[in-house]
Each structure stands twice: as structure tokens, then as C-alpha cells.
């Protein structure tokens, strides 16, 4: 079947660095992409979207990247701080699923001091 | 201010008893969903309403059903509960053929006596 899968399950980055959380999918009928960030206790809060006619988006120190030929989506943060520690997961939909959403399997995000 | 908000935040109940979880939202949204989440793990869609239109997942099991009395409101019953139901319990909303994502709630954590 097809999915969407994380590369890494587990980043550690030195507070101020950049961090890049990448993520596969492999279904090429996506046509809308969304991370989003999910603290311990807490539901996931969206981050960015990106749709597939794009391949960068940017937003408050954070930038998305889409490269369709490779089914790849990534999520950079800039100068990581401490409150970035979460669980990261990316998410797609697939057009003619409109309203469904494939998640990831989540990339924790430890911020170092 | 929340726009998806669920109570309990946390529920506890003994093995095979009824239980009863709600959603609330504030955005008019027309698609209410409910997931599960494990620990360490991605979300996984059980249903979702689109409007009063009940829409299961295949491999959701028949312990769980749902209700939607109006716009706002969704509810998740668990007619008897497990050990393997004990998971936090994701609501979230959408509204169909935009290219917004979902908002979640914060959860209701299960615990199974």
C-alpha cells in the first residue's frame, strides 16, 4: 500500500541550530501536504501546508519543502529553541480522499541546550 | 481561545463499561473526525461525520461508534472497552474542498481498569 514514513524517529539538535525533519511518500496522487507539531499532552497543532503546485513555503522560522519527483517533504526550523521539542509529523492528502489525511509515523524532536 | 475542545481531558474506566467522549468546535467546520493515538505513534482515523453523513474506516472495530447531534458537537462511544482501547483520543475538524487542515483538539486520555 502507499504511505507516508519519516526517515529518522528521533533528532537531537543543539539549541540555535537549524533543524530539517524530512519526510517520504510515495502516494503521487497527494495533492496537499501539512506538518504539523505535537507536544507531550497535547493534540497535534498545525505548523505549515504546502499544496502541490508549490515547492516551498514559508512561514515564522519555519520553511517547508516539497520535491514532487522524489516524493519528498521536508521541514526546516530556524535557531531551534527549546519550545520546538515536540513530535513532528507530516501529513497527506490524496486527491479523491478530500477529506482524509495520511499521517506519518512522527520524528521526535529533542532541543539541546 | 480553543476551537476543538474535548472532555474529558482525561477518563478512566473499568474493563467492558460504556464510555463516552465529546468533541465540541467553535469553527462551523463541516467534517468532525475522531482518532486514535497510541503511544509513539501517528494518529489513526476510526471515522469522521460529513455533516450528519456517518463515514467508518474498514478496519475500525464495531466497539466504536459515534454520534453527531449538530454542527458542533461529536461524540465517541466505546460500548466495551478493552485493555487494547486504552490510547488518547483525538477529535478534530475540517471543512470539505478547502485546502485548510484539520484542527485538533488536546485529546482525552483512556485508561482501561
Known amino acids: 500500500g502507499e504511505s507516508v514514513g519519516l526517515h529518522l524517529p528521533t533528532l537531537s539538535v543543539q539549541e540555535g541550530d537549524n533543524s530539517i525533519i524530512n519526510c517520504a511518500y510515495s502516494?503521487?496522487?497527494?495533492?496537499?501536504f501539512i506538518w504539523y507539531k505535537q507536544e507531550s499532552g497535547k493534540g497535534p497543532q498545525f505548523i505549515i501546508d504546502i499544496r502541490s503546485n508549490m515547492d516551498k513555503r514559508q512561514g515564522q522560522r519555519v520553511t517547508v519543502l516539497l520535491n514532487k519527483t522524489v516524493k519528498h517533504l521536508s521541514l526546516q526550523i530556524a535557531a531551534t529553541q527549546p519550545g520546538d521539542s515536540a513530535v513532528y509529523f507530516c501529513?497527506?492528502?490524496?486527491?479523491?480522499?478530500?477529506?482524509?489525511?495520511?499521517f506519518g509515523s512522527g520524528t521526535q524532536l529533542t532541543v539541546l541546550p | 481561545d480553543a476551537m476543538v475542545i474535548q472532555n474529558p481531558r482525561y477518563q478512566v474506566t473499568q474493563f467492558g463499561k460504556p464510555v463516552t467522549l465529546s468533541c465540541s468546535q467553535t469553527?462551523?467546520?463541516?467534517?468532525m473526525y475522531w482518532y486514535q493515538q497510541k503511544s509513539s505513534q501517528a494518529p489513526k482515523l476510526l471515522f469522521h461525520y460529513y455533516d450528519k453523513d456517518f463515514n467508518n474506516e474498514a478496519d475500525t472495530p464495531d466497539n466504536f461508534q459515534s454520534r453527531r447531534p449538530n454542527t458542533s458537537f461529536c461524540f465517541l462511544d466505546i460500548r466495551s472497552p478493552g485493555l487494547g482501547d486504552a490510547a488518547m483520543y483525538l477529535c478534530a475538524t475540517g471543512q470539505d474542498n478547502s485546502n485548510q487542515p484539520q484542527h485538533f483538539g488536546d485529546g482525552t486520555r483512556l485508561s482501561i481498569l
Open positions: 469553527l462551523n467546520h463541516n467534517v
Open positions: 502516494n503521487s496522487a497527494s495533492d496537499y
Open positions: 501529513a497527506e492528502r490524496t486527491r479523491g480522499s478530500a477529506r482524509q489525511l495520511t
